[in-house]
Structure formats: structure tokens, C-alpha cells
Nanobody, 130 residues
């Protein structure tokens, strides 16, 4: 089976930190691309950060989270993480873990930033109060 399960969301004050965890099944973790997305009701889902399976992972980030969010993975635990610091009220959203096996070839390498993600978790809610 291919599945991912998120955890770690919660309610925090602005300026605080959280660590989101996504535990993947072995088949899910074997996918080339892993990513975190977020969505606010009434708005389109947006990609927050991506990481690939190979080498240093080549992490990518949305401009709105650069310098505050860090994506990482632990091969031994089949887990994907999103460390979030300096939280802002506008970070309030449902955060989703997703995996996919179709990176896009761009700039001479395979990229996960615009990959198709086929498998999704149920999400974990992050709420930031001012």
C-alpha cells in the first residue's frame, strides 16, 4: 500500500515553532518526490516545500516560507519532516504530506517542485494566533 500519515500540527502563537511529521509506508517512501502542501479554506492548495529521494535531496521552498521552514527526511524512519519557525498568522492552514514519482526535467536535472503528487495524507492543522 502507498500511504502517508501526518502529525504534529497544533495551535501556537506567532513567533513560535512546530515540527510536522509524515510517516510513510515503504512504497510511499520509495517515491522520488516528497512534499508538504498547505491549504486554507476557499483558497487553492499551495506547495510549501519539496525534497527528492536522491543525493542531498535538493530541497525547494515557496518564497513565502524561505528561511523559516526546513524540509528533511529520515530514511531509517521512513519519515518526512517540516520544521517551522517564526510562525506567522498567515501560516494558518491545513498541511498535507504528499508523494509522487513524476519529477519534471528542468534546467538539466529532475525537479520535484512541479512534480505530480498522487498520494496524499489526511492533513494536520496548524493555527497561528497573533
Amino acid at each position: 500500500q502507498i500511504n502517508v500519515v501526518e502529525s504534529g500540527g497544533g495551535s501556537v502563537q506567532a513567533g513560535g515553532s512546530l515540527r510536522l511529521t509524515c510517516v510513510a509506508s515503504p512504497l510511499a517512501y520509495a517515491m522520488y518526490c516528497m512534499a508538504w502542501f498547505r491549504q486554507v479554506p476557499g483558497k487553492e492548495r499551495e506547495v510549501v516545500a519539496t525534497i527528492e529521494r536522491e543525493r542531498d535531496g535538493h530541497p525547494t521552498y515557496a518564497d513565502s516560507v524561505k528561511g523559516r521552514f526546513t524540509i528533511s527526511r529520515d530514511n531509517a524512519k521512513l519519515s518526512l519532516y517540516l520544521n517551522i519557525s517564526t510562525l506567522k498568522p498567515e501560516d494558518t492552514a491545513m498541511y498535507y504530506c504528499a508523494v509522487g514519482n513524476t519529477p519534471v526535467f528542468s534546467g538539466g536535472r529532475w525537479e520535484c517542485g512541479q512534480a505530480e503528487y498522487n498520494y496524499w495524507g489526511q492533513g494536520t492543522q496548524v493555527t497561528v494566533s497573533s
